[in-house]
């Protein structure tokens, strides 16, 4: 698995002419570094002088960015079994008209999957950026950067995931799927944009 690699193993593949991992394991890398930093905040303000009105807001922003990392660090193995399971689909034989049609609908079912997990990235790097903004509000003030760079990186998987999603849609043919999944990003996008000015907005105000 490439979550069970060392970081310059990982690195090293990334760099590599390998298909995978791409840039869709990188988004929910990214996103996964979001929330490990929001939880960060949350245990550097947990039982510290000052912040005792906040205690419960901070341990349940820190329990949903634990559950936020956790899904994350699955998608980076999850991107990139997508990826294959595309490739293992236009592998299939196809001399034929039944095993042409098995082939299409195989590379179909994969390429939807595909455009899927990105999305669902997307998703969870939204969340990441709401924690982003509480936690830049009540969370100890020493280390309100490190929930700037939370939110910066939660919105930068933001818009990387959306380019795999983007590109896994041009492959497939059912158009209400693709209309779907297109406005559901945009709508993504646009709270991601809101929310990262807002917590950058919180960071600037409470620094």
């Known amino acids: 698995m490439l979550v069970d690699k060392k970081l310059?193993?990982?690195?090293?593949?990334?760099?590599?002419?390998?298909?995978?991992?791409g840039g869709g394991s990188s988004a929910a890398l990214v996103a996964a570094n979001a929330a490990a930093l929001v939880s960060m905040v949350c245990n550097l303000t947990i039982d510290k002088k000052g912040y005792e009105e906040v205690q419960d807001a901070i341990r349940e922003i820190l329990h949903d960015s634990e559950k936020l990392r956790e899904e994350l660090t699955r998608l980076i193995d999850l991107d990139a079994e997508a990826f294959d399971e595309i490739?293992?689909?236009?592998?299939?034989?196809?001399?034929?008209?039944?095993?042409?049609?098995i082939r299409k609908e195989a590379i179909q079912a994969a390429t939807r999957k595909a455009s899927q997990v990105p999305m669902r990235t997307i998703e969870l790097a939204v969340e990441t950026l709401s924690l982003a903004k509480e936690v830049a509000e009540v969370g100890n003030k020493n280390v309100l950067s490190d929930a700037g760079v939370a939110a910066s990186l939660a919105s930068a998987a933001v818009e990387s995931a959306w380019f795999n999603v983007e590109i896994n849609l041009k492959g497939i043919d059912d158009d209400k799927f693709v209309e779907e999944m297109e406005e559901h990003g945009e709508n993504l996008m646009d709270e991601a944009d809101e929310l990262y000015e807002a917590a950058l907005d919180a960071v600037d105000r409470m620094m």
Do not use: C, Q, V, W
Request: proline fraction near 7%; aromatic fraction near 10%.
């Open 8 to 21: 310059s193993e990982f690195l090293n593949e990334l760099a590599s002419g390998a298909s995978t991992p």
């Open 87 to 101: 490739m293992d689909a236009y592998r299939l034989p196809k001399s034929n008209f039944e095993e042409k049609a």
